[in-house]
């Protein structure tokens, strides 16, 4: 587990939701792993009631789960549930382009600036800035169209595709994403709003379709390597 403390701003059990939010969205904590109270107490320097508090919050976000044995841990979404949080925000963020999608220049550049972050990370192969910035794309999109409640809803969500997707994404998924997100930005550039709704109803889909891609190739081979034949 690669959490640090953050600096002082805020509350403490806030700082600890935010912290691992971040380290969810940059791929630094894995679906599934455990966080006990006693080791966040210890990084954060807090006691265990705030640390217990920030999870409380952090559960009621659908991020982390607690259970009687295992005590808190990251979400490790099913088949099912990815696919109702890909469902969400295709009906969020085209909704989201279609209602707010005038981009004025300020929007734009704040939306290119991020796009050269994204490029920049993938060249330095910078794997957590790489997932970080990737998804915070959306959210950023979101904050810059003066729409905070669905910025919110969107860092939720995307936290959970992200972790959906943490173990699996490579340089070239990177890329493609970060390309994708550029031609949503000419879209919105160039006054058409439809088409940057279409283009990212079709970003959004290629993420699913990647997913369900890689599902299949890891059952083929859990099943060859079941049946002893080798890859």
């Known amino acids: 587990m690669t959490l640090t403390a953050l600096p002082d701003e805020g509350s403490s059990s806030s700082r600890i939701e935010d912290r691992i939010v971040y380290a969810a969205l ?6 599934g792993e455990r966080l006990g109270e006693k080791d966040l107490a210890e990084i954060f320097g807090v ?8 999870m409380m919050r952090l559960q009621a976000r659908g991020i982390v789960q607690v ?19 890909l469902d969400a ?7 989201m382009l279609v209602t707010l999608g005038k981009g004025d220049a300020r929007v734009i550049q704040a939306l290119r600036e991020h796009v050269q972050a994204e490029q920049a990370a993938i060249e330095k192969d910078d794997r957590a800035a790489r997932s ?29 595709t992200v972790l959906i997707a943490a173990l699996y994404q490579s340089s070239h998924d990177a890329c493609e994403s ?9 879209a919105l550039e160039a006054g058409d709003v439809p ?37």
């Open 26 to 31: 940059s791929g630094q904590i894995a679906p």
């Open 47 to 54: 006691s265990r009631t705030l640390v217990r508090e920030a």
């Open 67 to 85: 259970s009687s044995r295992r005590g808190w841990f990251v979400i490790e979404p099913t088949e099912e549930e990815a696919r109702h949080t």
């Open 89 to 95: 925000r295709r009906a969020l963020e085209v909704g």
């Open 132 to 160: 970080y910035l990737l998804g915070h794309f959306h959210v950023c999109l979101a904050e810059t169209l003066g729409s905070p409640v669905l910025a919110a809803l969107l860092q939720d969500l995307t936290t959970r």
């Open 178 to 186: 970060s390309g994708e997100h550029e031609q949503i930005i000419d």
């Open 195 to 231: 088409e940057a709704a279409r283009l990212m109803d079709a970003h959004l889909r290629h993420v699913e379709n990647a997913l369900n891609e890689r599902h299949v190739r890891t059952r083929l081979k859990n099943l060859k390597s079941a049946l002893g034949r080798p890859d």
